[in-house]
């Protein structure tokens, strides 16, 4: 059985930092393109971040290019987002997403994920 959880979510003043987590088990997270999506009050589900099993290739919303850094570290089966200069807009549930094993194709897309994680709560002030 797959799982996602994610963690490290909060309340945090507009500038701060968050570092989110997401602990993958049940599949072969090494060769998993690995998401980070987040859903605002009233608002669709937007992607954020990705970073693919192949080369371990990175990609992100323009809404938070430069802000946020997305990582994995295949040995601890885990997924990190973090996150600088927050702004008020970036609050949101967070979620992480896996897709199948071996996936080639668009990461943007929440379509192409199978598994997604309870979500975490992220809450920046002004």
């Known amino acids: 059985q797959v799982q996602l959880v994610e963690s490290g979510g909060g309340l945090v003043q507009a500038g701060g930092s968050l570092r989110l987590s997401c602990v993958a088990s049940?599949?072969?997270?090494?060769?998993?393109?690995m998401g980070w999506f987040r859903q605002a009050p009233g608002a669709e589900r937007e992607f954020v971040a990705a970073?693919?099993?192949?080369?371990?290739?990175?990609g992100y919303a323009d809404s938070v290019k430069g802000r946020f850094t997305i990582s994995r570290d295949n040995a601890k089966n885990t997924l990190y987002l973090q996150m600088n200069s927050l702004k008020p807009e970036d609050t949101a549930v967070y979620y992480c997403?896996?897709?199948?094993?071996?996936?080639?194709?668009?990461?943007?897309?929440?379509?192409?994920?199978?598994?997604w994680g309870q979500g975490t709560q992220v809450t920046v002030s002004s």
């Open positions: 970073v693919s099993w192949i080369g371990g290739s990175t």
């Open positions: 049940g599949r072969t997270f090494s060769r998993t393109t």
């Open positions: 997403a896996s897709t199948p094993p071996g996936y080639v194709g668009s990461y943007v897309g929440d379509r192409n994920y199978d598994y």
